[in-house]
């Protein structure tokens, strides 16, 4: 089998959201990547036929797995460090 870039963005996804879970020193780098990483392979995944399907699935498998860990004061930290103005409306739905 033949690695994509997709199934390399979840081992990537996997240790920043390690990483986040060790501590809050590295917050403010690590938690937007994470989160532009999931998004972009979310845009991704939406594209007609694309692989990055089944890999987007991983990925928020573990972002639902970070959503319970995570205490509540990272996800409010990164509102503001995060610009949400180019995301696609349809990735929500």
Not at 12 to 26: D, E, N
Request: net charge neutral.
């Amino acid at each position: 089998m033949t690695a994509t870039p997709a199934s390399y963005l979840t081992g990537v996804c996997r240790h920043y959201g390690k990483a986040l879970t060790l501590g809050p020193k590295y917050l403010y780098q690590a938690l937007p990547r994470l989160l532009t990483f999931w998004l972009d392979l979310g845009q991704q995944a939406i594209a007609a036929a694309s692989p990055a399907a089944a890999e987007f699935q991983n990925v928020n498998n573990i972002m639902m797995t970070l959503a319970g860990i995570l205490p509540e004061y990272m996800v409010i930290v990164s509102y503001g460090l995060w610009p949400v103005s180019d995301l696609q409306v349809s990735l929500f739905m």
